[in-house]
T-cell receptor
Framework: AQSVSQHNHHVILSEAASLELGCNYS??????LFWYVQYPGQHLQLLLK??????LVKGIKGFEAEFIKSKFSFNLRKPSVQWSDTAEYFC????????????FGRGTSLIVHP | DSGVTQTPKHLITATGQRVTLRCSPR?????VYWYQQSLDQGLQFLIQ???????AKGNILERFSAQQFPDLHSELNLSSLELGDSALYFC???????????FGPGTRLTVL
């Protein structure tokens, strides 16, 4: 069975600081990878996804993530955060060619101070 | 707005009761997924329907059941409710069985 670990449960940053949220998964086969964001009081929205090709994926709102297969990682990055990035961030993985049901990490709460 | 709607937004009920949560997928989406989000368990997949048929089952209790109707909306039925069932229940939809999922706003269930 797959599992997804998000090591940072809570992150607090000041505006303009750089962000990196860790995501590691355990599964030996081919995977699809996702980052979702949940703004306060809102539904989960897709930030970016990786299915194949360039391991550096660019998403919405200036976010990017890098798939490093040898490290089973898919870390999310943003060079300069804004107050409006305050939200919960979820990493998810599904088995390519399998059931496609994603396994979600526990989430990372990001608070950005103005 | 993802295009996925869920009703009701909030539901407060007592232990032992039964409730029904409703989800309307995005126009054209055939797959509907149900998730439970709680503080201690995170986001847990419950069940998936594709074009009216059950396709995948996750950590869904026997007290819970779901169905997808011909118009593709779905209902999640929770019975013999316990305090531990208090959570946010999300519905998501996708065009097929393996596409990106689009989430609804959720139903917050509180069992007293």
């Amino acid at each position: 069975a797959q599992s997804v670990s998000q090591h940072n449960h809570h992150v607090i940053l000041s505006e303009a600081a750089s962000l990196e949220l860790g995501c590691n998964y355990s599964y030996g086969g081919t995977v699809n990878l996702f980052w979702y964001v949940q703004y306060p009081g809102q539904h989960l929205q897709l930030l970016l996804k990786y299915f194949s090709g360039d391991p550096l994926v660019k998403g919405i709102k200036g976010f990017e993530a890098e798939f490093i297969k040898s490290k089973f990682s898919f870390n999310l990055r943003k060079p300069s955060v804004q107050w409006s990035d305050t939200a919960e961030y979820f990493c998810a993985v599904n088995e390519a060619g399998g059931s496609y049901i994603p396994t979600f990490g526990r989430g990372t709460s990001l608070i950005v101070h103005p | 707005d993802s295009g996925v709607t869920q009703t009701p937004k909030h539901l407060i009920t007592a232990t032992g009761q039964r409730v029904t949560l409703r989800c309307s997928p995005r126009s054209g989406d055939l797959s509907v997924y149900w998730y439970q989000q709680s503080l201690d368990q995170g986001l847990q997949f419950l069940i998936q329907y594709y074009n009216g048929e059950e396709r995948a089952k996750g950590n869904i209790l026997e007290r819970f059941s779901a169905q997808q109707f011909p118009d593709l909306h779905s209902e999640l039925n929770l019975s013999s409710l316990e305090l531990g069932d208090s959570a946010l229940y999300f519905c998501a939809s996708s065009p097929g069985q393996s596409d990106t999922q689009y989430f609804g706003p959720g139903t917050r269930l509180t069992v007293l």
